[in-house]
């Protein structure tokens, strides 16, 4: 069973304009997501982080979401750039407590296309 | 820091043969993952260790995948006998918990794309 989703596989956007992806989650343990960030031929890249007691964290040009009743986090990107045409992945995890490692459960990925 | 280093890039293999994958992870981290990607169901965790012992190793698909780090610097993935729906590309990452949550965030190596004939 699939606990984090991302239901679209592609997105396209003109650059300039707003990149929104989305990713939807099943286990309330979760309290902690992540954002990936992966080119061709390279490994995933962190992006931006969130805390299960935050609902927005920004970063520059990104912006993560959290709406924990809805069970969903989205991805907003402004303005989006050719460079960000990559594959984004969204991560979560439960604290496993103390110094124990709570691990990352991904969803598929989105890969998102910015056209000049 | 050169960062997580795997290998082979590519490796193609017939069916039925025997096929290791390995990783360096950094320096200082003390967590190693193993995960596959797949169009279907994307990345997958598959084992990780702390301190060199296997914690986790409830993704691997079945006994024909086994995972060993023998020392801090050095971790392997086999899978023998490999069938061709084993094809996927597989990542090494590593991190250091440090107690903190922040440094949940994971250093994945470029990846080895696994073709099975």
């Known amino acids: 069973d699939q606990q984090v989703k991302q239901n679209s596989p592609s997105l396209s956007v003109q650059e300039g304009r707003i990149s929104i992806l989305n990713c939807d989650y099943t286990?309330?343990?979760?309290?902690?997501f992540l954002w990936y960030k992966k080119y061709p031929a390279e490994g995933p890249t962190f992006l931006i982080s969130?805390?299960?007691?935050?609902d927005k964290n920004e970063d520059g040009r990104f912006t993560v979401f959290l709406n924990k009743s809805a069970k969903h986090l989205s991805l907003h990107i402004v303005p989006s750039q050719p460079g960000d045409s990559a594959v984004y992945f969204c991560?979560?995890?439960?604290?496993?407590?103390?110094?124990?490692?709570?691990?990352?459960?991904f969803g598929q990925g989105t890969i998102l296309t910015v056209h000049p | 820091d050169a960062g997580v280093i795997q290998s082979p890039r590519h490796e193609v293999t017939e069916m039925g043969q025997e096929v290791t994958l390995r990783c360096k992870p950094i320096?200082?981290?003390?967590?190693l993952f193993w995960y596959r990607q797949t169009m279907m169901r994307g990345l997958e965790l598959l084992i990780y260790?702390?301190?060199?012992?296997?914690?986790?190793d409830s993704g691997m698909p079945e006994d024909r995948f086994s995972a060993k780090m023998p020392n801090a610097s050095f971790s392997t993935l086999k899978i023998q006998p490999s069938e061709p729906r084993d094809s996927a590309v597989y990542f090494c990452?590593?991190?250091?918990?440090?107690?903190?949550?922040?440094?949940?965030?994971?250093?994945f190596g470029p990846g080895t794309r696994l073709t099975v004939l």
């Open positions: 969130i805390s299960s007691i935050k």
């Open positions: 991560a979560a995890s439960v604290d496993a407590g103390g110094t124990s490692y709570g691990k990352l459960t």
């Open positions: 260790f702390n301190n060199n012992v296997p914690i986790d």
């Open positions: 286990n309330s343990m979760f309290d902690y």
């Open positions: 990452a590593s991190t250091d918990r440090g107690g903190q949550r922040s440094t949940d965030t994971q250093y």
């Open positions: 320096s200082g981290h003390d967590y």
